[in-house]
């Protein structure tokens, strides 16, 4: 199994200190955790906070062979401030390296020998990146898009266009409300909103996760749902992005559907519960969430 994430390499700058990220990135490591072969197509600049990813990534022994060097223009940054039950906003730098990632042949082969090409929405705020994205979604075998709602770093008809190219389209609540809404949908559950957004966009599989309460999958015209696990929450960085690289494992491995939307939502709550996007998380902490609260 191969996996290749496309965009943002970053650091997440918290109050007491400064963390990997990046969601493509984060879903990259976490599929790596589980064993899945992973290549990230990202770009960073030629400074310190380059330098140090590298190093980060080198550590971890996740490829890094895809991820350019920008002379130009520096390493992502993003501030995160977080509230009182840990829930994070993002003040996110511009332009930064990431914004700049070319289109190689290099990049077109890995696309085309890997099992699924995951990507953002964050990514295509840049002509540059959107462009290199919008070519390699053409040689995807299965095309998955993290929709990351970053205001003001996005546009409807950006958005329509990269899940009329999807197979897979994951969001949260508040984003399907928002995406949905402009595009005329203006009342009505959940569900509907799931069942009108893949009748527009001719999308089988669309996730839409909770938070605290779960998530819930549409798949092949069947709904699946998980109501969550409780945990006490540090914070929510890259939590959504541990709970997509988990779903995707499980999808691509063809397991029972209900049962992988159950491990994906444990695995989104254990990072919830730990600090950072990259906590480790072991497989015995995956069964122990799910057996107590079984």
Same mark, same amino acid.
């Given at each position: 199994?191969?996996?290749?994430?496309?965009?943002?390499?970053?650091?997440?700058?918290?109050?007491?200190?400064?963390?990997?990220?990046?969601?493509?990135?984060?879903?990259?490591?976490?599929?790596?955790?589980?064993?899945?072969?992973?290549?990230?197509?990202?770009?960073?600049?030629?400074?310190?906070?380059?330098?140090?990813?590298?190093?980060?990534?080198?550590?971890?022994?996740?490829?890094?062979?895809?991820?350019?060097?920008?002379?130009?223009?520096?390493?992502?940054?993003?501030?995160?401030?977080? &509230?009182?039950?840990?829930?994070?906003?993002?003040?996110?730098?511009?332009?930064?390296?990431?914004?700049?990632?070319?289109?190689?042949?290099?990049?077109?082969?890995?696309?085309?020998?890997?099992?699924?090409?995951?990507?953002?929405?964050?990514?295509?705020?840049?002509?540059?990146?959107?462009?290199?994205?919008?070519?390699?979604?053409?040689?995807?075998?299965?095309?998955?898009?993290?929709?990351?709602?970053?205001?003001?770093?996005?546009?409807?008809?950006?958005?329509?266009?990269?899940?009329?190219?999807?197979?897979?389209?994951?969001?949260?609540?508040?984003?399907?409300?928002?995406?949905?809404?402009?595009?005329?949908?203006?009342?009505?559950?959940?569900?509907?909103?799931?069942?009108?957004?893949?009748?527009?966009?001719?999308?089988?599989?669309?996730?839409?996760?909770?938070?605290?309460?779960?998530?819930?999958?549409?798949?092949?015209?069947?709904?699946?749902?998980?109501?969550?696990?409780?945990?006490?929450?540090?914070?929510?960085?890259?939590?959504? &992005?541990?709970?997509?690289?988990?779903?995707?494992?499980?999808?691509?491995?063809?397991?029972?559907?209900?049962?992988?939307?159950?491990?994906?939502?444990?695995?989104?709550?254990?990072?919830?519960?730990?600090?950072?996007?990259?906590?480790?998380?072991?497989?015995?902490?995956?069964?122990?969430?799910?057996?107590?609260?079984?």
């Amino acid at each position: 199994m191969k996996v290749t994430c496309f965009g943002e390499i970053l650091w997440d700058v918290f109050p007491s200190e400064k963390k990997i990220g990046g969601a493509p990135l984060n879903v990259a490591l976490r599929l790596h955790s589980f064993g899945v072969e992973t290549t990230v197509i990202s770009a960073i600049g030629d400074d310190q906070d380059g330098k140090a990813a590298i190093e980060y990534l080198d550590r971890r022994q996740l490829d890094t062979i895809h991820i350019q060097i920008n002379k130009t223009n520096k390493t992502g940054c993003v501030n995160v401030l977080l &509230d009182s039950q840990g829930s994070a906003t993002y003040e996110i730098e511009r332009p930064v390296a990431w914004d700049f990632i070319e289109l190689t042949e290099e990049a077109i082969s890995n696309v085309k020998t890997s099992d699924a090409f995951i990507f953002g929405s964050l990514v295509g705020r840049n002509e540059t990146s959107k462009n290199t994205l919008l070519q390699l979604i053409e040689h995807a075998k299965l095309s998955v898009f993290d929709v990351n709602l970053r205001p003001p770093y996005y546009s409807i008809d950006l958005l329509v266009e990269l899940m009329n190219k999807s197979d897979v389209i994951k969001c949260n609540d508040d984003e399907i409300i928002e995406i949905t809404s402009s595009l005329g949908f203006k009342n009505g559950a959940l569900e509907e909103r799931v069942h009108f957004l893949s009748e527009k966009t001719s999308t089988n599989t669309i996730c839409v996760t909770k938070g605290g309460e779960g998530a819930l999958l549409f798949h092949n015209n069947q709904f699946f749902r998980n109501t969550g696990y409780h945990v006490t929450v540090a914070d929510t960085v890259g939590a959504g &992005d541990s709970f997509l690289a988990s779903l995707v494992f499980k999808l691509l491995f063809k397991d029972n559907i209900q049962e992988a939307l159950d491990f994906a939502t444990a695995v989104g709550s254990l990072v919830a519960s730990k600090n950072g996007a990259n906590p480790s998380v072991s497989l015995n902490d995956i069964l122990g969430i799910q057996e107590n609260q079984g």
